[in-house]
Each structure stands twice: as structure tokens, then as C-alpha cells.
């Protein structure tokens, strides 16, 4: 490992973590791009999946494949006590009270929609204010416009700073007689940005306003206690904790979620059906209308074995070590700027280059076997604060190495002999 003398406290963190004994349980690290070996820093648009995840999915298909909940057979039974034992894990790792309180949603975006249209659209009016920051995913703004031309609620946003943190003091402001929820980033997927979340949900509960966290970029890298966060809704997708796609976790208290009517109607969200009516399954069943994607949740389950395996506070830890190393390394390159300076960030490197399009960035590197994203991010309104079209990112998983930042440096050298 290539340890800096002075480094903001690297050594102790990244050399006690074996990321190179990790990265071994990930095959695709094998690989070889335009004949480079794969430095892959895209973890926030997907992660890769450890070979844990991949024998499972494999074995409910080879071993048990059927439907849940609904065949007395034994493949069937084998089936759905492997995906009831995930909905287990997944309370067990976010700590949340009880299994009901876990629901199966095709991701992030999905979890969101959900909210908006079913809590939303039964408990706001119009009038009716949601709080949203100017750092929102895409998904955690769009669905409140749907539900804003449905319902003619109004939307606030908190402003964010040139370090690309939430403005202090402006969250306060924000909150009259008509605020009924807010809904906020755990961390930004363009900046890298932690918020303050639990000052955050605190205040929210001082106004009796439930708050929804979107935890697509913080679940894969730090450990995640619902209930110490006090948080009304976490949002969360399999694929960027190195699960398969196709599956994620709307998690809400269990009071919030009786009271809330079902999101799509079909089978299993059903107790009884008459053309004059029907009756609703038990949670979590009321939200999972419809066969689920029963092997993308057994894989998740055993993602979240194998990072419980690892352990969430190493993860976290490590990451932190790697990212001061790779802000060192990009902020002493000539004409380089990292847009998202906030005092506490996750693993995501978003910077511009003097003279060079992030898409060209990309385009380069990638010739160099480095995988980074380069775009807007779906975070077109953090875009336009900065005044920028799009920013070159890399993001860090716990597989990541000093040698894939200084792969990157040096990918970024050759960008520079293209454009001089
Ligand atoms: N961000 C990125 O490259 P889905 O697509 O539903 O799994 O996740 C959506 C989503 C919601 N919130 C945040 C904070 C996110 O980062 C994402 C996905 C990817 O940054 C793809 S745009």
C-alpha cells in the first residue's frame, strides 16, 4: 500500500483493512478493460457482487426455484423461508423493530414513488408543504412533482453552500403550520455531502413533520440504525450494496405504514377479493402486489451477510482513509477541481478540469481501464448551482485501493497530454 507520511489519519485506518483480500471474493475484478485491468470507481451508479451473492441467486435458480407464499410444496416452502429470512436480515442490518416494517421494492426510486403516492396522496393536501434539499437525487424530487400536480402541494428546498453542504440555519427556516413531511439525502450521489440527519429528524419531530431519508448512497458505506435515527422512511437499493439489481427496501414505521393504503393492487397484497370490495394483505404483504423478484432478495440477503461479514464500521472507516487519500491526490493536480468540499463526505470524488469536458474525462480514462461516470448524475439542480453541465466522478467502494486512485491520477495525466 502506498502510505503518505502526513496523511489525514490514512495509515492506521486503510492499513489495518485487507481491501485486496476483499476485492478477491469480486470477479469481475479480473477482468480486463481495452486490455487494462479494471479499476472500477463507479460504485455509486452500481457496485460489483462478491461471489456470495452471485452462488446464491444461482442456487435458488438451480436448487429451489418457485413462487412465495403460495405452494404448500416443499421448493415453494424452501423458497419463500429463503426470502422471508432476507426481509429477517435486512431488519436485522438497518435495526429496524420488526420484519413488517421491511418492505421489497424494486429500488431507491421505487421505495420513493411509493411514499409519494401512498402516504402522499392520502395524508397532503393542496397547500400542503414537503420539505426537499437543492442536492436531491432526481428520484427524491420528481415523484413529489407528480404528487404536487395530483394533489397541488408545494415543494421548499433547502439551499446548499459552495462546499455543497446544506446551508446552515436555512432547514429551520423552512417549516410553517403547512409543512407535512420532509425528504432529504442521507448523502448526495453528486457531492459525497453526509447531512446532519439526525439534528435533522429531530427537528422535523419538534414540528410533528415524519421525515424520509434516501439512503441509496449511504447504505453501502457506513452502518445504518433506523431507530437511532428516529427516521420515519429509509429508502434504500440492493445494487449499490452489492446485491443483485431489481430489489431494495422501503423501510417505515409500522404505524405509518398501517395507516397508509396499498400502492398497487394485484395478488399476495390481498386478504380476500369480491367484485364489491377487497381486503388488504398484513404488512409487509399490503405493498408487495405481484410476484417479487424473489432471487434478487435472497442474493441481497446474502450481500448483507457478506458485509456484516467485513463489518459496516471497518467499511466506513476505510473509505474515509481512502477518500482524504484520493482528495489529496486530485487537489494537487494542476487545472483539477473537486465540486463537493463539505466537511463530512462519503466515498464520491465529483471534479471538472480546466479546458476538458467530464465526458471526454470519461471517455479517456476509460481507454486507461478506469470506470468512472461522468454527466449530471441525476442531480441536474446541484449541476446548476455550480453553473456546470456535468462533472467527471469517481466513487469509492470498499474493494477500492490507493493504486486504483493513482491509476486514476495517472489516467488523468494522459487526459491532459490529449488536450494540451
Ligand atoms: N444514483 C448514481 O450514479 P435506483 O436507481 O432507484 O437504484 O437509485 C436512485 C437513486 C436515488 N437516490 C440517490 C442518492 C442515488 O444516488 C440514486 C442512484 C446513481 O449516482 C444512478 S443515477
Redesign the pocket.
Known amino acids: 500500500m502506498n502510505a503518505r507520511p502526513g496523511g489525514l489519519h490514512d495509515s492506521a485506518t486503510t492499513a489495518a483493512f485487507d481491501a485486496p483480500r476483499w476485492r478477491r471474493d469480486f470477479p469481475i475484478m479480473k477482468q480486463r478493460v481495452h486490455g487494462k485491468p479494471l479499476v472500477y470507481l463507479?460504485n455509486?451508479?452500481?457496485s460489483q457482487k462478491p461471489q456470495a451473492v452471485i452462488d446464491a441467486v444461482s442456487d435458488y435458480y438451480q436448487h429451489y426455484n418457485s413462487n412465495v407464499h403460495r405452494g404448500v410444496h416443499q421448493l415453494s416452502e424452501l423458497a419463500t423461508a429463503a426470502y422471508e429470512g432476507a426481509r429477517e436480515k435486512l431488519r436485522q442490518f438497518i435495526n429496524a423493530a420488526s420484519k413488517q416494517e421491511i418492505i421489497f421494492v424494486?429500488?431507491?426510486?421505487?421505495?420513493?414513488n411509493l411514499v409519494a403516492q401512498s402516504y402522499g396522496r392520502s395524508h397532503l393536501q393542496s397547500g400542503d408543504e414537503i420539505i426537499l434539499s437543492e442536492m436531491?437525487?432526481?428520484?427524491?424530487i420528481v415523484p413529489w412533482q407528480l404528487l404536487r400536480e395530483q394533489t397541488g402541494v408545494t415543494l421548499k428546498v433547502i439551499p446548499i453552500n459552495d462546499a455543497g453542504e446544506l446551508q446552515p440555519g436555512a432547514y429551520e427556516t423552512l417549516f410553517s403550520a403547512r409543512t407535512r413531511l420532509v425528504s432529504l439525502?442521507?448523502?448526495?450521489?453528486?457531492l459525497g455531502s453526509v447531512n446532519p440527519v439526525k439534528e435533522m429528524i429531530s427537528l422535523a419531530h419538534q414540528h410533528n413533520v415524519p421525515l424520509l431519508l434516501?439512503?441509496?448512497?449511504a447504505v453501502p458505506h457506513m452502518p445504518v440504525d433506523v431507530r437511532d435515527l428516529d427516521c420515519d422512511f429509509y429508502?434504500f437499493?440492493?445494487?449499490?450494496m452489492f446485491g443483485p439489481?431489481g430489489i431494495?427496501v422501503l423501510y417505515a414505521k409500522e404505524q405509518i405504514l398501517i395507516d397508509m393504503p396499498p400502492y398497487q393492487g394485484g395478488g399476495e397484497m390481498i386478504r380476500t377479493v369480491r367484485f364489491n370490495g377487497s381486503t388488504w394483505n398484513e404488512l409487509p404483504h399490503k405493498f408487495e402486489a405481484g410476484t417479487p423478484d424473489i432471487a434478487a432478495a435472497i442474493g441481497l440477503g446474502a450481500a448483507v451477510d457478506y458485509l456484516e461479514t467485513i463489518g459496516m464500521p471497518s467499511i466506513r472507516d476505510y473509505e474515509r482513509g481512502l477518500l482524504e487519500y484520493g482528495t489529496q491526490q486530485l487537489q494537487s493536480l494542476a487545472g483539477v477541481k473537486i465540486v463537493g468540499t463539505a466537511r463530512h463526505k462519503a466515498g464520491v470524488l465529483s471534479f471538472v478540469m480546466d479546458g476538458v469536458h467530464p465526458h471526454d474525462i470519461g471517455t479517456i480514462v476509460d481507454q486507461q481501464g478506469v470506470a468512472i461516470?461522468t454527466g449530471h448524475?441525476?442531480?441536474m439542480p446541484v449541476m446548476e448551482h455550480f453553473h456546470i453541465p456535468a462533472t467527471a466522478?469517481a466513487?469509492l467502494a470498499f474493494y477500492n485501493t490507493r493504486e486504483d486512485i493513482n491509476a486514476l491520477v495517472q489516467a488523468l495525466d494522459k487526459v491532459r497530454e490529449v488536450f494540451r
Open positions: 463507479d455509486a451508479a452500481t424494486r429500488g431507491t426510486t421505487e421505495a420513493i436531491e437525487h432526481h428520484s427524491n439525502a442521507h448523502v448526495s450521489n453528486a434516501d439512503g441509496a448512497q429508502a437499493s440492493s445494487h449499490k439489481t431494495g461516470r448524475h441525476c442531480a466522478r466513487s
